[in-house]
């Protein structure tokens, strides 16, 4: 009897993910011409570019089982069982989704898992599948060990061999193309095919997500590619498989760096990756294969850090916990590590490169997303499912350390509750959304849904928002992530934000600009552009008074009382100078409101420990794509 | 010539399949008795055993190693079977799950595999339409106000304003939708807004209404369900909604005829 439920139960494992085909011919394309374009894009789309499921072998260990299936059906705005047994479901849908699966190992630990103990020959192999067995606690230490033989390269052969594995991940790589083929809906959902390349040499997180345009005709024709184990692995061999899959099918495919905030100041060197000058060729590949970078996720904030920017008083949200070290060793960070870590650095040190090899490879846009590794795409404070199925909402997850390899420095209060992307695309169709993450048109939020809108210029006028300022900011300037050519005057910025329908006020609406000054030093300056209750709250030395905090610590709730439903402003840099590089990007931030360890307490009636307590409100935010200002000689 | 109605139950099929593949084990030898004292293992137990190792290690096992791999496997099916015996599978919560999500693995694959046809896909559709009508679409015009008090006021003044588009507050939301869909009116304005155009009276100025942004006076002008869409040109949506629900429904089944067997009494 136990044999036949084995070979019954792996049956059902194989067939998983349903039977391929049968998707429509408007579903399985890049939806060109399958609905009306709009004349420019008139409400952003809200997604998910950085989902989990028990495709992935950390989310499996960690024990999600639901699969790709379950991940489209809650995103798309259907209802869900969680793999701990309690039903969920979006209150507004989302308008796409990428699944981004760990490459490497794709299915293999479910293989593992599902695999009779008799035939498993390698000792450590075998450990990990009795642990995986033995308890919920037993298994997450197995991928915490898992996680940590992967950045040390010490992980079993046969277990990360892409040959030997090849086979194996075909049939799931193509189970789930048609799965996506199924669930996408031009003008309605869009589902994108794309993976996770796990790149984590000595454990400095360089992982990046993959994002096809195409459909399911072009990606079979390819399989994910992930990180061979090694140390000299790096990520231009990423690039040349991007580069040998849009020469192979004429499709077209990017890169997103994720969680530079675990990377031990690699993600963003003033160098390549070995160490040797930066080159124009090498800056020219980085910033046309990774046109955006997610900023903001569970894992983190990347945005800013105080230690980089001291005159921020923003700075160090979401930066407590994972400014320590990389993904393995939470005590491996000094404090030279940073600028190679945050994004404002990173866009200021592509302007010093581009001033020394005429090619800027940091010239990004930015998006949020979840990394969520429970299947379910849960990117608000009231909803958090947790980074993982072991910290689904329960009273105590809060408080628990989170020893990824080690028992010190991170706990799950640390986790934020995710992000999402904006994406103002024409349509709703693959084709439509991956091109504007190309021209970089996105923006990033830490879950709420705020509009945001930036367009930068030369000749708009005070009264702009008086009149069509939509179509006059594409006619007569550009929108986020564009560049504009420096004409000898200072560039104008027609800027809006629009509060979440179904979420908090605003406070204020801020601009921050870098650039490179006369003595080649890279500068930073954040202006408050805009903000709510502009009679009572007077600027004085420099400074904007507090919006306030209505949040009750007893009742994890907030009243709207103070704050904006909607900021909108013209502004002209005070500061320009002719012939000075610089980006400008618009940070918006929400009037404080109970953080999703906040709810917990309530919900479950726990104590949170101190430092958890200190951090259970905060302000968030949306952080839009820069518009660079380039002079002529460079180009845009 | 017909079959009798129960034959066609597809957890007949289910129960009877379980029969098959019980007596197919039970006639080929394999142990279906755990307390069993005797270990056969035949040729082919030992060419999968062979073929396993293959597979982890690309390569076929050395006639030693081979012996080992066997010796494990009598190893564990003996401490397996005396575990049985002890019943120290009684209180180990991952064994009772783990047994557990088999048989409802066993229940549900049928459905998994199935390729439904499209008989079967128009008759879900025929009984779910809801499901799969398009959103609502709604054309209407709005104006905002920050304050109730204000709306209020505006509202008083509509009939003898010319134009109504200058009475509200300025905000960057449309002040006119045409056919927008009732997801993406939620979208813009939140659900509250939306669930207020259901049902509303047509060609009026109605509010205020409350949103996420203040006040809104509304008037709409049309609203509209289309038709549910032929099954030719929904066919993926219908499949994956079938496919959820039958699985879903048969560990349910598989389930209540299980329990049926069940005497559950709960000490007081």
């Known amino acids: ?636 | 010539m017909t079959l009798p109605g129960w034959t066609r139950e597809p957890l007949v099929h289910f129960l009877f399949g379980g029969l098959l593949l019980f007596a197919f084990f039970a006639w080929r030898g394999e142990d279906v008795d755990p307390a069993s004292r005797s270990i056969d293992i035949s040729r082919e137990q030992q060419a999968r055993i062979a073929l396993q190792f293959e597979r982890t290690m690309q390569r076929a096992p050395t006639d030693g190693e081979l012996d080992a791999l066997v010796d494990q496997y009598v190893r564990e099916e003996v401490l397996y079977r005396e575990a049985l015996r002890l019943g120290l599978n009684n209180d180990d919560a991952v064994v009772r799950k783990r047994m557990a999500q088999k048989m409802d693995y066993l229940a549900a694959s049928r459905a998994e595999t199935q390729q439904p046809s499209d008989a079967t896909l128009q008759a879900w559709l025929d009984e779910h339409p809801a499901r799969f009508a398009p959103d609502s679409r709604f054309s209407f015009d709005q104006l905002w106000f920050a304050e109730k008090s204000a709306a209020d006021a505006a509202k008083a003044r509509l009939d003898t304003e010319g134009r109504w588009q200058d009475l509200g507050e300025r905000i960057s939301l449309p002040s006119s939708l045409d056919a927008a869909s009732r997801s993406d009116v939620t979208a813009r304005f939140g659900s509250e807004f939306a669930a207020n155009l259901e049902g509303g009276a047509k060609d009026e100025w109605i509010g205020p209404v409350r949103s996420g942004f203040g006040f809104h006076l509304v008037r709409l002008r049309d609203a509209t369900n289309g038709p549910v869409p032929p099954l030719a040109e929904i066919r993926d949506r219908v499949e994956n909604d079938w496919r959820a629900e039958t699985m879903a429904k048969r560990r349910g089944e598989a389930f209540a005829i299980l329990r049926d067997a069940y005497d559950v009494t709960l000490e007081q």
């Open chain 1, 1 to 636: 009897m136990r044999k036949f439920m084995i070979s019954v139960a792996a049956l059902s494992l194989l067939s998983a993910c349903g039977m391929g085909g049968g998707a429509s011919e408007d579903a399985s394309g890049d939806g060109t011409g399958t609905v009306e374009l709009a004349e420019f894009p008139e409400r952003p789309l809200w997604g998910d570019t950085h989902l989990h499921t028990d495709n992935s072998f950390d989310a499996f260990g960690f024990g999600a089982r639901l699969g790709p299936e379950d991940a489209l059906r809650f995103a798309s705005g259907e209802e869900v069982i969680s793999t701990t047994g309690v039903s969920a479901k979006l209150s507004r849908p989302l308008d796409f989704l990428v699944i981004a699966d760990h490459a490497e190992l794709l299915g293999g630990i479910r293989r593992l898992y599902d695999a009779p103990r008799v035939m498993i020959r390698d000792e450590t192999m075998r450990k990990w599948y009795d642990m995986m067995h033995e308890s919920p606690q037993e298994s997450q230490r197995a991928m915490s060990e898992i996680i940590a033989a992967a950045a040390a390269n010490t992980l079993p052969a046969g277990m990360n061999d892409p040959e030997a594995n090849a086979e194996a991940i075909a049939g799931v790589w193509t189970a789930h193309l048609d799965t996506l083929d199924r669930f996408n809906r031009p003008g309605k959902f869009t589902t994108l095919a794309g993976y996770e390349y796990s790149l984590v040499p000595g454990g400095n997180n360089l992982h990046r997500v993959v994002v096809f345009r195409d459909g399911s005709e072009k990606t079979k024709q390819t399989l994910p590619f992930g990180w061979d184990g090694t140390d000299e692995a790096n990520v231009s061999q990423l690039w040349d498989y991007m580069e040998g899959y849009e020469k192979a099918t004429g499709g077209s495919v990017l890169a997103i760096p994720h969680n530079s905030n675990m990377s031990d100041g690699t993600m963003f060197e003033l160098t390549k990756h070995d160490g040797g000058p930066m080159t124009a060729e090498y800056a020219r590949r980085r910033a046309e294969h990774e046109p955006i970078v997610e900023a903001t996720q569970i894992k983190g904030d990347s945005e800013s850090h105080p230690f980089l920017s001291p005159n921020d008083e923003f700075a160090s949200f979401g930066d407590v916990g994972w400014e320590l070290g990389n993904l393995t060793d939470p005590s491996s960070k000094e404090n030279g590590m940073f600028a190679g870590e945050y994004l404002r650095e990173a866009l200021k040190r592509g302007l010093t490169i581009e001033q020394q090899t005429g090619v800027n490879p940091y010239q990004f846009g930015m998006i949020g997303s979840t990394d969520s590794h429970t299947a379910l795409a849960t990117g608000d404070e009231d909803n958090f499912f947790g980074k993982h199925t072991g910290n689904e909402p329960r009273g105590e997850r809060g408080n628990e350390a989170q020893n990824l390899g080690t028992r010190k420095g991170r706990f799950a209060w640390n986790y934020l509750a995710g992000g999402y992307a904006a994406v103002w695309a024409r349509a709703n169709t693959r084709a439509e959304i991956f091109d504007a993450m190309e021209r970089r048109e996105v923006y990033a939020t830490t879950g709420p849904r705020m509009v945001v809108r930036l367009f930068a210029g030369f000749d708009f006028a005070d009264d702009a928002f008086d009149g069509d300022w939509v179509r006059d900011g594409y006619a007569n300037g550009v929108p986020m992530g564009g560049a504009l050519v420096d004409e000898g005057k200072a560039p104008r910025f027609v800027v809006s934000a629009l509060k979440d329908p179904e979420g908090a006020n605003l406070d204020r609406v801020q601009i921050v600009k870098g650039w490179v000054d006369a003595s080649g030093n890279t500068q930073e300056r954040i202006y408050d552009i805009a903000w709510s209750d502009p009679a009572n709250r007077l600027m004085s030395g420099g400074k904007l008074p507090a919006v306030g905090d209505t949040v009750d610590r007893a009742k994890a709730t907030y009243e709207n009382s103070i704050g904006a439903a909607e900021l909108n402003t013209v502004w002209t840099d005070p500061d320009y100078r002719e012939g000075q590089n610089a980006f400008y990007y618009v940070r918006v931030l929400e009037i404080p409101t109970p953080r999703w360890t906040l709810f917990d307490a309530v919900r479950f009636g726990v104590e949170l420990s101190a430092e958890s307590a200190a951090n259970a409100v905060s302000q968030e935010r949306a952080y839009s794509s820069p518009v660079w200002l380039n002079s002529p000689k460079t180009g845009a």
